[in-house]
């Protein structure tokens, strides 16, 4: 109680927050909390004291100042990097308000710098070349691995020769295709250093999806693996990239060289397929490169890398993030939302095929010198106690994973946690969805020990880094609220009319101005860019995501609200299944929503209606089932499909979504009005078949 009462003081005397500086509320205290905007979990005195942002007041004076005086507040942070020029002025320029033209985003434009160099030599100047940069473990328990930053460097520096050696130039784009082995941050790292534009494609992405991707951004080079184990399964990458390619080439896009890792721990060599003249082994060719290698220095505004998601509509876009400003803020909020100190040891659980992956598996963490352990394999391979026996091995202080995981060892039960010590554990941190309460105290309570803070981030591909997030030992926590906004960052929620609302209220999740880390546009569609994010409500940055702001002015975000579905923290629009699912012969029309699901967070429930005169199966199901599993990935197979003789339309042929999510969660009553539909009885139709 005595902390409590430190720390409910300190809150009631601060400034009340005018010109959008946030609202920290005093907390009612001495009463039974009430509901969960009144629970409060306080980090202790001994973690704040030693917290790099150590009270509410000290983050409102740097909020404060990052709002009032963005240019010098960044131009600090961004000092502490090697730049070869200093950026010139002014050292940002933007345009959110698509009523006054081009929609544009500039940090730090004239500074010429290098990430790669950020991450690793300057490191190595600073005196961590012996430090562990990358520690890896296998899929199998017992093999793992490890690189010092000098040895990271080097190898970085011998793929970055070779990519120069088959004609790879400043601006070029790479397609990395590779599961977490060390050689995915590497491959990064190495396009970045010589000024290409990597495009990393999840590996449990199909060959398709693969194909579409490749077409877009044209690669001069594709990089993979044979093979990767991932649990007791076996994935032939190469098989998958070889369709990609045919593909591509078919679709007159041939890619001239495709470097393969061996992973033998998953398949031998000789079972590879190989296309001579396109194929090369990556540990026949490397080696054999120099181990340094000049850096390309770029402009802050040059392209770093391309990363495809999902939106409500069309194929996958390709977002496009540039360097200066990258660098700058993914750096930054590491260091601040992780609270991060040179004796951390780091484990991000996501997939560098994910944004998270790039920002908080590579560069967020090397940038400030971290030690990252890098994991191949499932967490519940070979049982559901694998993370916590990682965090004992490796000693994780920090642990970045996602709600669905901590969901699904949830159920597993609590003895394959408290099997294991996780004493070296300080910080854990959230992310990809809303972490639902009952979660967040089981992550906390069980698996933190009641000792470590959660860091519920929230963010997205296109913000680049975290954007609402705690700082952990600055302001007491409410479980499942991603608290405040980080510095820089100007949230608004708006009504539908996209009018600001102020206080406690409920809305549209928006950004009055840039950060960093945004992204620039929308490779190749800029247009694409301003429609999907800018026009909804001009003047703002629009999210996608509902939110709303408490009494407290704690933020709450509350999910997606267009037609983009989270599953498993996997952004997958609609419409790429709903064309997967069209693409089967036998299916006429499909129309896909989200539902709520226990552990994925969302399922998939897809309403198909057949091709006069086919009748529905079980085999059917099933084919259906697996061609969105081959066109875009298992991880977007639904959950269910739910025959319909016809879809509820209205009259002008529009899909009323709003009727299918309340049939799919079985919310038959509130259905809303249905008589604009140009014929209502589909909808009886439809609940007759639910169950079938
Ligand atoms: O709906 C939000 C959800 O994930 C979306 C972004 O997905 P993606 O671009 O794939 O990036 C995921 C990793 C950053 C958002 O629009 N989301 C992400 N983090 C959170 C979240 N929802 C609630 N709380 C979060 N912490």
């Known amino acids: 109680t005595l902390n409590h009462l430190r720390h409910v003081e300190s809150l009631a005397t601060l400034p009340s927050g005018a010109g959008g500086i946030p609202k920290l509320n005093a907390v009612i205290l001495g009463e039974s909390l009430a509901s969960e905007e009144d629970d409060l979990v306080f980090p202790s005195d001994d973690f704040s004291r030693r917290a790099h942002i150590p009270s509410?007041?000290?983050?409102?004076?740097?909020?404060?100042?990052?709002?009032?005086?963005?240019?010098?507040?960044?131009?600090?942070?961004?000092?502490?990097?090697?730049?070869?020029?200093?950026?010139?002025?002014?050292?940002?320029?933007?345009?959110?308000?698509?009523?006054?033209?081009?929609?544009?985003?500039?940090?730090?434009?004239?500074?010429?710098?290098?990430?790669?160099?950020?991450?690793?030599?300057?490191?190595?100047?600073?005196?961590?070349?012996?430090?562990?940069?990358?520690?890896?473990?296998?899929?199998?328990?017992?093999?793992?691995?490890?690189?010092?930053?000098?040895?990271?460097?080097?190898?970085?520096?011998?793929?970055?020769?070779?990519?120069?050696?088959?004609?790879?130039?400043?601006?070029?784009?790479?397609?990395?295709?590779?599961?977490?082995?060390?050689?995915?941050?590497?491959?990064?790292?190495?396009?970045?250093?010589?000024?290409?534009?990597?495009?990393?494609?999840?590996?449990?992405?199909?060959?398709?999806?693969?194909?579409?991707?490749?077409?877009?951004?044209?690669?001069?080079?594709?990089?993979?693996?044979n093979a990767v184990r991932r649990g007791s399964k076996i994935i032939h990458l190469k098989d998958i990239v070889d369709a990609a390619l045919a593909e591509s080439a078919q679709n007159g896009f041939a890619v001239d060289v495709c470097l393969t890792y061996e992973n033998h721990s998953a398949l031998e060599k000789s079972k590879t397929k190989w296309q001579e003249g396109r194929d090369t082994w990556w540990q026949d060719v490397i080696t054999k490169f120099p181990t340094t290698c000049d850096v390309e220095w770029v402009d802050a505004e040059d392209p770093l890398f391309l990363l495809y998601t999902s939106g409500s509509t069309g194929?996958?876009?390709?977002?496009?993030?540039?360097?200066?400003?990258?660098?700058?803020?993914?750096?930054?909020?590491?260091?601040?939302?992780?609270?991060?100190?040179p004796s951390d040891v780091y484990w991000c659980t996501a997939d560098c095929g994910w944004i998270t992956g790039h920002s908080y598996v590579t560069y967020g963490p090397l940038l400030n010198a971290a030690t990252v352990v890098v994991f191949e394999g499932a967490p519940n391979y070979p049982d559901s106690g694998r993370c916590w026996d990682i965090v004992d091995k490796y000693k994780v202080s920090i642990f970045y994973t996602a709600p669905t995981l901590v969901r699904s060892l949830m159920r597993e039960g609590d003895e394959y946690v408290t099997r294991y010590s996780r004493k070296s554990l300080r910080v854990l941190g959230s992310v990809g969805e809303p972490i639902n309460p009952s979660a967040w105290r089981w992550f906390f309570n069980l698996v933190g020990d009641s000792r470590c803070p959660i860091s519920d981030t929230w963010w997205q591909t296109e913000t680049g880094g975290f954007m609402i997030t705690p700082l952990p030992g600055a302001w007491p926590q409410k479980p499942g609220s991603a608290t405040f906004p980080f510095f820089g960052v100007q949230p608004v929620i708006v009504n539908e009319k996209g009018v600001e609302i102020e206080g406690e209220c409920s809305g549209y999740l928006c950004v009055k101005s840039s950060w960093p880390g945004a992204f620039r546009t929308l490779y190749g569609d800029h247009e694409r860019y301003e429609t999907t994010y800018f026009s909804a409500f001009p003047g703002y940055y629009f999210s996608g995501d509902g939110c709303s702001r408490d009494k407290d002015g704690y933020y709450w975000l509350t999910g997606r609200v267009d037609d983009v579905i989270n599953v498993s923290g996997h952004r997958i629009g609609t419409a790429e299944v709903e064309s997967a699912l069209v693409s089967h012969p036998q299916c006429a029309e499909a129309a896909v929503v989200g539902v709520e699901h226990e552990v994925k967070g969302q399922g998939i429930y897809a309403f198909v209606t057949l091709v006069e005169g086919v009748q529905y199966s079980e085999d059917l199901r099933k084919n259906l089932v697996s061609t969105v599993r081959k066109q875009i990935g298992a991880f977007a197979a639904p959950e269910k499909i739910h025959w319909a003789p016809g879809l509820p339309k209205t009259r002008s042929g529009k899909i009323m979504r709003r009727i299918l999510r309340k049939i799919a969660s079985r919310q038959l009553d509130e259905l809303g009005d249905t008589s604009t539909l140009a014929d209502p009885s589909v909808v009886d139709e439809l609940i007759a078949l639910a169950d079938s």
């Open 56 to 225: 509410p007041q000290k983050y409102l004076e740097m909020y404060r100042r990052s709002i009032e005086d963005p240019a010098g507040f960044w131009s600090d942070i961004a000092s502490q990097f090697y730049w070869k020029k200093r950026w010139g002025q002014p050292v940002y320029s933007e345009n959110l308000d698509i009523r006054k033209g081009r929609i544009e985003i500039e940090w730090f434009k004239g500074g010429i710098s290098n990430i790669c160099y950020n991450c690793l030599d300057r490191n190595i100047e600073l005196g961590n070349g012996e430090k562990i940069a990358l520690f890896w473990e296998g899929n199998e328990p017992g093999t793992d691995g490890s690189l010092t930053y000098n040895q990271l460097l080097q190898r970085v520096c011998q793929l970055a020769n070779y990519l120069k050696d088959v004609g790879v130039q400043k601006g070029d784009a790479v397609v990395i295709y590779l599961p977490m082995l060390m050689e995915l941050p590497i491959a990064m790292l190495a396009c970045a250093r010589i000024g290409a534009v990597h495009s990393v494609v999840f590996a449990g992405f199909s060959a398709e999806s693969l194909a579409q991707r490749i077409m877009d951004c044209k690669p001069k080079v594709v990089i993979t693996c």
């Open 315 to 341: 194929k996958p876009k390709g977002v496009l993030h540039t360097t200066g400003g990258y660098m700058v803020y993914t750096a930054a909020t590491f260091k601040y939302a992780f609270d991060y100190k």
